[in-house]
T-cell receptor, first 111, second 111 residues
Framework: DVKVTQSSRYLVKRTGEKVFLECVQD?????MFWYRQDPGLGLRLIYF???????EKGDIPEGYSVSREKKERFSLILESASTNQTSMYLC??????????FGSGTRLTVV | QKEVEQNSGPLSVPEGAIASLNCTYS??????FFWYRQYSGKSPELIMF????GDKEDGRFTAQLNKASQYVSLLIRDSQPSDSATYLC???????????FGKGTRLSVIA
């Protein structure tokens, strides 16, 4: 089975901190994605990547950046965490044209 | 703006009944359609995908697609309390564009 591993299940950070969320997949998927999920708002795409060192903005990229230096790893960076970035963050990966496999998620709280 | 619409629910069905979950999409060029199940506090899990008009069956699950009506549905036969979850519909326009997710329908199967 494809495994998508997110480094932390729960994270508490202070306002203004730089936050790194890591995601690693083990099935050589070319595509990787970062979503956040909030009650009533559904899944919202933050950034995605179709190849190493490539990145594309999703629907809500403001306040975030990403890094993909290796095919299996896709990192989400909150440059200066704010309370409105408190959310569930979900990483996913896929082969082109196929459904996504999601990681178990990171519940981030910014205080 | 490409949209995927689902009734938020909750949809309540008795144990053993057929649960019918519906989804409409706005982009007529959409090619691939996915159903995800998400238990409370967990990440989405892919349960069905369909590419062609008609029905596709997998165990107790049947996905139905009608591209002319821009409509996709998921039927769950012999519903069980363990099927209680939020079901997300997702649509892909082409092989290399991100999935567009609906906000999900919450299903409650009453024992």
């Amino acid at each position: 089975d494809v495994k998508v591993t997110q480094s932390s299940r729960y994270l508490v950070k202070r306002t203004g901190e730089k936050v790194f969320l890591e995601c690693v997949q083990d099935m050589d998927h070319e595509n990787m994605f970062w979503y956040r999920q909030d009650p009533g708002l559904g899944l919202r795409l933050i950034y995605f990547s179709y190849d190493v060192k490539m990145k594309e903005k999703g629907d809500i990229p403001e306040g975030y950046s990403v890094s993909r230096e290796k095919k299996e790893r896709f990192s989400l960076i909150l440059e200066s965490a704010s309370t409105n970035q408190t959310s569930m963050y979900l990483c996913a990966s896929s082969w082109t044209g196929y459904g996504y496999t999601f990681g178990s998620g990171t519940r981030l709280t910014v205080v | 703006q490409k949209e995927v619409e689902q009734n938020s629910g909750p949809l309540s069905v008795p144990e053993g009944a057929i649960a019918s979950l519906n989804c409409t999409y706005s982009d007529r060029g959409s090619q691939s359609f996915f159903w995800y199940r998400q238990y409370s506090g967990k990440s989405p899990e892919l349960i069905m995908f369909i590419y062609s008009n008609g029905d596709k069956e997998d165990g107790r699950f049947t996905a139905q697609l009608n591209k002319a009506s821009q409509y996709v549905s998921l039927l769950i036969r012999d519903s069980q309390p363990s099927d209680s979850a939020t079901y997300l519909c997702a649509v892909m326009n082409s092989g290399n564009t991100p999935l567009v997710f609906g906000k999900g329908t919450r299903l409650s199967v009453i024992a």
